[in-house]
């Protein structure tokens, strides 16, 4: 079935660490790509979201991702990371990317991200 | 501010009963607003495609005759739980697409939490 993953359930980091989350996905054609963050009792917020161009997608707080169309992957990066970064993070990809149309998310299960002092 | 509000944030039914969720758009008219569901520990599984003045698109799976979905303005979508049962207590969440913005950005909801006892 065509889906969306993401890799590590549960990520434990030092503060200063460096962070790389897996994302995959498995629909072909045309796709747009997001990363959710959900804090701690909050709703979910856009990180970064890739359409088109520079595969390498710059966003909010320190975060990048990268698009690799041959791999059916779009992994999030932070150099370094900091407690306020922890959270859960959510890949999502709309499979179906035309041009005026709707876009309809599918998410991956998620990542919780814990980072300490 | 909030670009879409959901009411109530938590609500407690009583199993066989219905219970309404709305979801709103405050900033821009929607024609699209997605239902999604979260159970705990799990991501977030889109449920129905809300579309003003026309019928929902439901996913796969997904009863159209227990969760009653209404887009009866461009700023209001409803979902009715109907005939709840525990199992139905989740987390849903409601995003709506803002087509004037670049990207067509998604926002999502602060969501609300259903527990049926």
């Known amino acids: 079935a065509q889906s969306v993953s993401q890799h590590n359930h549960h990520v434990i980091l030092s503060e200063a660490a460096s962070l790389e989350l897996g994302c995959n996905y498995s629909y072909g054609g045309t796709v747009n790509l997001f990363w959710y963050v959900q804090y701690p009792g909050q709703h979910l917020q856009l990180l970064l979201k890739y359409f088109s161009g520079d595969p390498l997608v710059k966003g909010i707080k320190g975060f990048e991702a990268e698009f690799i169309k041959s791999k059916f992957s779009f992994n999030l990066r932070k150099p370094s990371v900091q407690w306020s970064d922890t959270a859960e993070y959510f890949c999502a990809v709309n499979p179906e990317a035309i041009s005026g149309g709707y876009n309809k998310l599918i998410f991956g299960a998620g990542t919780r991200l814990a980072v300490h002092p | 501010g909030a670009v879409v509000s959901q009411h109530p944030s938590w609500v407690i039914c009583k199993s066989g009963t219905s219970v309404k969720i709305e979801c709103r758009s405050l900033d821009f008219q929607a024609t699209t607003m997605f239902w999604y569901r979260q159970f705990p520990k799990q991501s977030l599984m889109l449920m129905a495609t809300?579309?003003?003045?026309?019928?929902?698109?439901?996913e796969q799976g997904v009863e159209k005759d227990k969760f009653l979905i209404n887009h009866a303005s461009l700023t209001l979508s409803t979902l009715t739980v109907t005939s709840a049962h525990p199992e139905d207590s989740s987390f849903y969440i409601c995003?709506?697409?803002?087509?004037?913005?670049?990207?067509?950005?998604?926002?999502f909801g602060e969501g609300s939490w259903l527990t049926v006892v």
């Open positions: 995003s709506v697409r803002d087509r004037g913005s670049p990207g067509n950005t998604i926002y």
């Open positions: 809300s579309n003003e003045g026309s019928k929902a698109t439901y």
